[in-house]
């Protein structure tokens, strides 16, 4: 039999644990009452963030100005005429384009070079089979429906620095060039068997004193 008894033994028990209770520390939280953060609570919490967030009304604010460059200004020269006759000149070229009904015919163009014996075997002018290293441009115009009694002197032409007027009297080509060329260096010659205006022509390029 028990020396204190069973109602001792249950106010024995609520006396220990007042002292428990006591001796713990009001401030102090509990592991109950610590939060438990995980990878989501890292930062700004979402309600704040859709707080803070504004909301453009205005659909000129979600387009993002442009990043590019603005054009340069047009740096090509003036090339309207100046004087009375250079007008007069230019609508009558205008009028016989317009109202020509001759043909454009065919033409082919192709580039050539000059080639000394120094080239072929010492490669001292460091020239390339490439289109940098060719002087002349061969412009061919092929006239072949012309009778056979077309010579050269029915034949019209006219050189500028990059444009090429050609006119027979079944024919009529004008023809922009790919670069710009010396209309005093050049020549002109009609094969009468082949129908055929060969025109060769010195080219003026920018980098032509670094490949010649």
């Not at 670069?179 to 082949?194: C, E, F, K, M, V």
């Amino acid at each position: 039999m028990s020396l204190l008894g069973g109602e001792n033994i249950r106010l024995l028990q609520k006396l220990f644990k007042a002292d428990d209770d006591g001796s713990s520390s009001d401030d102090e939280p509990t592991a109950q009452d610590v939060p438990q953060l995980g990878p989501g609570d890292i930062g700004e919490p979402a309600a704040q963030k859709a707080k803070s967030k504004k909301h453009p009304t205005d659909p000129a604010e979600h387009v993002k100005p442009c990043s590019y460059a603005p054009l340069a200004p047009d740096t090509q020269p003036n090339l309207e005429p100046s004087t009375l006759e250079q007008w007069e000149a230019q609508q009558l070229h205008q009028d016989r384009a317009l109202f020509d009904s001759r043909k454009q015919p065919d033409y082919r163009i192709s580039y050539r070079q000059t080639v000394a014996t120094e080239d072929i075997y010492l490669q001292m002018n460091c020239k390339t089979p490439a289109t940098a290293s060719c002087e002349s441009m061969v412009v061919e115009v092929f006239l072949t429906a012309e009778d056979d009694s077309v010579g050269i002197h029915q034949i019209e032409l006219e050189v500028q620095e990059q444009l090429v007027t050609v006119g027979s009297p079944r024919y009529r080509l004008e023809l922009t060039l790919p670069h710009r060329i010396n209309p005093d260096r050049g020549n002109a010659a009609w094969l009468s068997d082949q129908k055929t205006l060969r025109l060769t022509l010195m080219m003026v390029r920018e980098l032509d004193f670094v490949n010649f």
